[in-house]
């Protein structure tokens, strides 16, 4: 092993989204609801929302977030020395998706790997708990990869329902002074205190959430960061360029903006409101419009967003990002964006999900959320009867084919002839996935 090496900068050196490929339009969604569409436009602030397919699930966003990473940036997987996911749509009480993952990317086995679970807030966990390894010299080198991945999935025809959204982003952590984002470390300003806004029961598929209230922990965890951030000697909204936000629904960055603009000014006029939204945190906000909630990766994808919309124009430039997961913990930091757009043009998977999904009406939307929940059910594994197998995305690497034994079965899907499980490479037929890995 390399002697130990501190530093005193640390690096996001690397970031890429795998976004579902079927989406849903909030106007399909208003007419299955009954609900005027401008509530969903205008109330909520989102025109259509990501829909996973049945044969993906958590553990399959993760890794081809991971391994989109992975490629583009040219990463050696022997140089990864942790793998975190930051998840709440784990797949099992006791192995995480890490586990799956860290397999079906041909990471090295001296790589420690674990799921931090705390709401939307896991991968922020995460990011702090690497920069400190990275920092501290433990890292010798080695990189850590965090990858936030979640499926939002509420009850059909609840308020939450217009909200969900499913993707995974993928960020590569090392010492290589230079990169996409450059965290200030140790000037966190962390918020903590249990409440009950938003939780999931554990027999339960779907999140349970008291949305009003939910909205005003929100915000009460943002002025109190905000505050230590102040007080810390931390710049104000006038001297940071950009202020990226977790979001719920994408309207959220309006309230949170708001908040933000009480606590520095006071009284907010409605015209410096709207300029600092337009120029500061509507860059980061288009993704979460069309894809909707990712919960653990919402913040990340604003990152993302920021950088496809702004490209060469925000190198350099200063950012404010508010990490905030229910029950809850929270996190304000700031940060300086890489120096050049080359680390981040045509690799954020920003791009290229916006411009090759596929729209799907109510009735397939239905059709997905029965299939998910027969597929996540004891026993589903059978072979050969995959109602979905034909809608599976193109560019899926790996998909998933249900319970067999109590083991959740996975295989290569229609791009799987670069995908590896362990030393098993191949390709499969669209429409009977073959499974690999250990499932018997
Ligand atoms: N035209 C325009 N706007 C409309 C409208 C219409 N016809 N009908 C409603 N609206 C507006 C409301 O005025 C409201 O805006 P406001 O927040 O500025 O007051 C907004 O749309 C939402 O309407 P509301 O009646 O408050 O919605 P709801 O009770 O259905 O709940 C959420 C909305 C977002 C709270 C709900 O979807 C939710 O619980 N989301 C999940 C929150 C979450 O994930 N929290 C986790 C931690 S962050």
Redesign the pocket.
């Known amino acids: 092993m390399n002697t130990s090496r501190a530093c005193s900068e640390v690096w996001v050196e690397g970031i890429s989204a795998y976004l579902p490929h079927h989406y849903l339009c909030h106007d399909d969604l208003a007419v299955r609801t009954g609900t005027?569409p401008?509530?969903y436009a205008?109330?909520?602030g989102c025109t259509s929302m990501a829909v996973l397919h049945p044969m993906q699930d958590s553990v399959t966003m993760a890794a081809e977030a991971g391994l989109s990473l992975l490629t583009s940036y040219g990463v050696d997987p022997a140089s990864v020395g942790q793998l975190i996911v930051g998840t709440e749509s784990g797949v099992d009480w006791a192995k995480p998706v890490a586990a799956y993952v860290h397999e079906m990317i041909g990471l090295s086995p001296r790589c420690r790997t674990y799921d931090v679970q705390h709401?939307?807030y896991g991968a922020s966990a995460a990011l702090s708990s690497v920069g400190a390894w990275i920092a501290s010299g433990m890292a010798a080198g080695r990189k850590a990869l965090v990858i936030a991945t979640d499926v939002a999935r509420y009850d059909d025809g609840s308020?939450?329902e217009?909200?969900q959204g499913a993707g995974a982003v993928a960020m590569l952590v090392g010492d290589s002074h230079t990169g996409v984002l450059r965290p200030d470390l140790g000037m966190e300003a962390v918020y903590s205190s249990q409440v009950m806004?938003?939780w999931r029961p554990g027999h339960r598929s779907t999140a349970v959430?008291k949305?009003?209230y939910?909205?005003n922990c929100?915000l009460a965890a943002l002025a109190q960061t905000y505050q230590v951030h102040r007080e810390a000697g931390g710049e104000g909204i006038d001297e940071l360029d950009y202020l990226l936000f977790?979001l719920?629904?994408p309207?959220m960055s309006e309230k949170a903006l708001g908040k933000l603009m009480e606590a520095e000014c006071g009284q907010v006029d409605e015209e410096t409101f709207s300029k600092v939204l337009r120029e500061k945190v509507n860059p980061g906000v288009e993704a979460a419009r069309i894809v909707g909630?990712i919960y653990s990766g919402s913040l990340y994808l604003a990152l993302a967003s920021l950088l496809e919309n702004r490209g060469a124009r925000c190198t350099g430039r200063r950012v404010g990002l508010f990490s905030?997961g229910?029950g809850c913990c929270a996190e304000f930091f700031t940060a300086t964006i890489g120096d050049s757009n080359e680390c981040w043009k045509g690799r954020t998977g920003v791009e290229r999900t916006s411009t090759s999904s596929t729209r799907i009406g109510v009735e397939t939307y239905a059709a997905f959320r029965r299939e998910t929940s027969r597929l996540n059910s004891d026993d589903s594994f059978k072979l050969g009867h995959m109602p979905c197998a034909d809608s599976v995305p193109p560019d899926a690497r790996y998909v998933y084919l249900g319970y067999r034994n109590q083991k959740r079965v996975y295989a290569p899907g229609p791009a799987g002839r670069i995908a590896r499980v362990g030393s098993q490479v191949g390709r499969v037929s669209r429409s009977v996935p073959q499974p690999v890995g250990p499932t018997t």
Do not use: M, Q
């Open positions: 005027d401008e509530k205008r109330g909520l709401a939307c308020p939450g217009a909200t806004d938003f959430v949305g009003k939910s909205i929100y977790h719920p629904f309207r909630n905030y229910s």
